[in-house]
């Protein structure tokens, strides 16, 4: 079952391992008595980048095959509703990113229902706005000018 | 006994007694919600609970643990669709049962069951921990060393079907550990210049990240399962109050399950239920009703997913050593409070420690007298659509995390560390030993060095005391176990598992 599905899982938890390693290169790695800051997470590095093989070669012999389904419409929503709030939490309130957010859920979940969007995106954004700013002191704001 | 009491007065507190309430009741509505579990739910709690008292702060979180073990099962006999990962099996006798007009006998029996396996923990707990942790006072890096070693093997074997694999989540989330300043040298690791990384990958938004997003991900646009979602009455289920005799010795065999099973590292409330189930057919060959509709189908799994969660507490507090994500994450609450767990908390600060296990009693007392008269209530919850979850989940998520570091940063943290949880997801990787690789790694660092300067670098030194060999013996068979174990046993099952950890 030599498919270049079978493979993508070990080869991802390979390149995890070979990212901790590059990206770990130049911390000094000492000795084992004495052990430096790189020590422990090359050695993790190399652990991961074994057992990655494994699974590469485990899945080689025994995987069936099955298909993988990434799911790129729940992706791009649920990152997409994430990033709106990274980008206008601060800059637009928790109102409008709320919306927005609920919005682009709502886009991903197929249904487009204006009216809902906009009440459930309403309510949720004044909810947590009350419990989390007034309730418990948390510095955020409902509209960008104040309050 | 004593020590007991002081605590039974400091938990019966009109404020304590409010939030272990209010937790118990949240963790039971997101039992009863399918799609987010407990683990999320004390993600998304865990900044909240900045502003509280410790001892108030983890009484509630405690409360939504062992609060979705109850609830969980209404929605695996109402919908056939689990709650929680630990209800899983419920549905096997649980949803016939409602199918056939049952339902308040099945949620009566889940309901008594639960509490009892409940009590018989907490017993298990005011029993053991003093003793394990007069045991554990002898703990030195070596041993704990051992012990973190066997939890993260225990972690890659038992919450992942293949151990390739789970070894590899455990790995990966070790590596992230190190992401951040190493304490003992000063250097910056993985930062990339990034202040907001110099104290590492903060739990809460690791965790959320891993478990309520994906979860989020997987189900979005999907059509809703539109089970037949029975109605119940509270006098439905009292009617059956004289049926239960029958499942006592069910309650109790799958009490003792979960009981013992609960403090083991890398089990928890999930395996305690499955094998209470295998047990309890072992005791039921006789009867046909047994997989399609018994109520000591139900009784079993419900009192041992219970009981483990209660037991599951004993290692976290008495040796600070979480056996399962969530502990990890109950174990990072404690110490963002400055709680440092282990074999001196007791002696440090005895009323928190009582004051937890009294309030974990109240709560189950407060469950059983949420869920009978509620019960209505709960029915039509399970019914709600999830595309009015996922915003609601989204918006938690990202403003718990915001507002732990007041900064957008943790925001970006969870798209990253969601993404890399939704890509381990698709390639067929369970978080769950990720997230207890990432909490206990840098530990395992920390004693290892530590153990290193003591015997000033001999290796032998891990290997000294009779703890430290059993420990690691036990790990090493479990390793050889799980290489060995398709050559010796043919048939494997696997058991997806929705909602994430126990």
């Known amino acids: 079952m030599w498919t270049a599905r079978n493979i993508m899982a070990g080869l991802f938890v390979t390149g995890l391992g070979l990212a901790f390693l590059w990206f770990g290169r130049g911390y000094p790695v000492g000795t084992v008595r004495t052990m430096g800051p790189g020590m422990f997470p090359v050695a993790l590095a190399c652990l991961t980048i074994a057992v990655g093989a494994l699974i590469m070669l485990s899945d080689l012999i025994h995987g069936e095959g099955k298909a993988m389904n990434f799911r790129l419409r729940g992706v791009v929503a649920v990152l997409g509703a994430l990033i709106v709030f990274a980008l206008l939490l601060e800059r637009a309130g928790l109102l409008v990113t709320g919306l927005v957010a609920v919005l682009i859920l709502a886009l991903g979940e197929g249904r487009l229902r204006l009216l809902e969007v906009g009440l459930v995106g309403l309510v949720l954004s004044v909810a947590i706005w009350a419990i989390f700013g007034r309730g418990l002191g948390m510095p955020i704001r409902l509209l960008p000018g104040g309050l | ?502």
Request: proline fraction near 6%.
């Open chain 2, 1 to 502: 006994m004593q020590e007991f009491l002081s605590g039974l007065s400091v938990a019966l507190d009109p404020w304590n007694i409010l939030y272990c309430l209010l937790g118990v009741t949240l963790g039971n509505l997101v039992g009863v919600l399918p799609g987010i579990g407990a683990i999320a739910a004390i993600s998304i709690l865990l900044p909240v609970t900045f502003y509280m008292e410790p001892l108030a702060a983890i009484i509630m979180l405690a409360g939504v643990y062992y609060g979705a073990e109850y609830g969980g099962s209404i929605a695996s006999i109402l919908l056939n669709l689990p709650g929680t990962a630990s209800n899983a099996i419920t549905t096997i006798d649980g949803y016939p049962m409602a199918q056939r007009g049952d339902a308040g006998l099945a949620l009566l029996t889940t309901q008594v069951s639960s509490f009892v396996g409940g009590c018989l923990g907490i017993i298990a707990m005011v029993a053991l921990s003093p003793l394990i942790m007069q045991f554990s006072l002898s703990f030195g890096p070596a041993e704990y060393f051992a012990t973190l070693v066997l939890g993260l093997v225990a972690a890659a074997v038992a919450l992942q079907g293949s151990m390739l694999r789970g070894l590899a989540m455990v790995l990966v989330g070790m590596m992230l550990g190190t992401v951040g300043m190493d304490l003992n040298s000063g250097a910056a690791r993985y930062t990339f210049g990034m202040a907001g990384l110099m104290d590492g990958l903060s739990i809460v938004a690791v965790a959320m990240a891993l478990f309520g997003l994906p979860e989020v991900i997987a189900n979005l646009g999907n059509r809703e399962t539109a089970g037949e979602a029975v109605t119940v009455t509270a006098r439905a289920m009292m009617q059956n109050i004289r049926k239960l005799g029958a499942c006592i010795p069910s309650m109790l065999r799958g009490s003792a399950v979960g009981g013992f099973l609960g403090p083991l590292p890398g089990a928890g409330p999930t395996i305690a239920s499955l094998m209470a189930y295998s047990v309890e057919r072992s005791f039921n060959r006789n009867n046909p009703l047994f997989g399609k509709g018994a109520e000591r189908g139900v009784a079993a799994p419900e009192s041992a997913n219970n009981a483990a969660a209660q037991t599951a507490f004993i290692p976290t507090m008495t040796l600070g050593i979480p056996g399962t994500p969530t502990m990890a994450i109950l174990l990072g609450a404690l110490m963002i409070h400055g709680i440092a767990p282990g074999p001196r908390l007791v002696a440090d600060h005895p009323d928190l420690f009582w004051g937890l296990i009294a309030s974990f009693w109240i709560g189950n007392v407060l469950l059983l007298l949420l869920n009978i008269p509620l019960i209505g209530l709960w029915a039509k919850l399970v019914s709600v659509p999830r595309r009015f979850l996922f915003p609601v989940i989204v918006a938690l998520i990202c403003t718990g995390v915001y507002g732990l570091s007041n900064s957008v940063f943790s925001i970006w943290v969870v798209i990253a560390i969601g993404l890399l949880g939704h890509v381990l997801r698709v390639l067929g990787f369970s978080p769950a030993p990720l997230l207890i690789g990432f909490v206990l790694g840098p530990l395992v660092e920390q004693y290892f060095r530590r153990g290193l300067l003591i015997s000033g670098g001999d290796f032998t030194y891990f290997l000294e005391t009779p703890t430290s060999l059993i420990l690691h013996a036990i790990t090493l068979s479990i390793f050889l176990w799980m290489l060995l174990r398709p050559l010796l046993v043919r048939s494997r099952t696997t058991i997806t598992v929705p909602g994430g950890g126990s």
